[in-house]
């Protein structure tokens, strides 16, 4: 018999996929913008984005346009935040150090960043010079109003002892923003891939999962012209698949999630005390 999962509210959020342009960062912004706006005028609680959605995946430029977080970029989004009253998830290319990272953040309504992550899992061949790696000891969860929410970036949902260490830090929801990409001819098939992916995480973690991916193409170095078709997916705690997005359209998915931790999964289960 499946435990129990810990008892909090439903909740309404905003899966955005949306179109992501190499280099682009005004009109991906502009994207950004229109969705969290949309996201609000459906009375969600929270709006989350694809894998580096300002500047685009594995996308050289990015060394030299990428900024710090916080810094330019991030203080955009935070103003979003503010201004339509939301929790956002983003991902988005962080420089810092010295090196790049694909990193996501989640600000609060208030304009505050109250967790990043720094993607772990990279194929390090796909650009030169290839993104740095995050740590995997800074996994984490941070508290909201609708329990405790987990990210990890794409490839890391691959890899199950990234899994399992975020699911010991107990969260109730998590977001995993994807830049999933493939030959034109491989769709939409390969958008059954990502929703498998996200369930098979869902089930590891015990917690509903939220995959949004782009819309787009990849443009530079050797995945040239492999395409992001959106097909974004969400699961439930147990695998069950809740939703899956459009093939190949920009839209705004919305939907209620039950959030929570079944207890017989790895951590402990509930909102942070």
């Known amino acids: 018999m499946a435990a129990a999962a810990a008892s909090l509210p439903p909740v309404k959020v905003a899966l955005a996929q949306v179109r992501c342009v ?8 502009a994207r950004v913008r229109a969705a969290a706006a949309a996201a609000a005028k459906h009375q969600a609680r929270a709006v989350f984005f694809p894998e580096s ?16 977080v916080p810094g330019p970029f991030t203080d955009r989004v935070a103003a979003l935040a503010r201004e339509f009253d939301l929790w956002v998830g983003i991902g988005l290319s962080e420089r810092a150090e010295g090196a790049l990272y694909d990193a996501a953040v989640l600000i609060d309504p208030r304009g505050a960043i109250v967790l990043k992550h720094r993607k772990i899992n990279l194929l390090a061949g796909l650009m030169d010079p290839p993104y740095a790696a995050g740590d995997p000891a800074a996994i984490d969860a941070a508290r909201t109003p609708f329990g405790r929410l987990g990210m990890l970036v ?13 699911a010991r830090r107990g969260p109730d929801l998590v977001y995993v923003p994807y830049g999933w990409a493939a030959p034109r001819e491989a769709w939409p098939e390969h958008g059954f891939e990502l929703l498998m992916t996200v369930q098979r995480a869902a089930r590891v973690l015990g917690a509903p999962v939220l995959g949004p991916n782009c819309v787009g193409a990849i443009t530079h170095g050797e995945w ?3 395409t992001y078709e959106g097909l974004s997916a969400a699961a439930d705690r147990t695998g ?5 997005g459009k ?27």
């Open 22 to 29: 190499d280099s682009d960062l005004e009109g991906n912004f």
């Open 53 to 68: 959605v300002d500047l685009g995946w594995v996308n050289p430029e990015a060394h030299r346009l990428a900024g710090p």
């Open 154 to 166: 794409c490839a890391d949902s691959f890899e199950r002892p990234l899994l399992e260490a975020l």
């Open 224 to 226: 040239c012209g492999r």
């Open 240 to 244: 069950l698949a809740l939703v899956q």
């Open 247 to 273: 093939w190949n359209r920009e839209e705004l998915i919305v939907l209620t999630v039950e959030p929570g931790r079944d207890a017989g999964a790895k951590g402990p289960g509930g909102p942070a005390a």
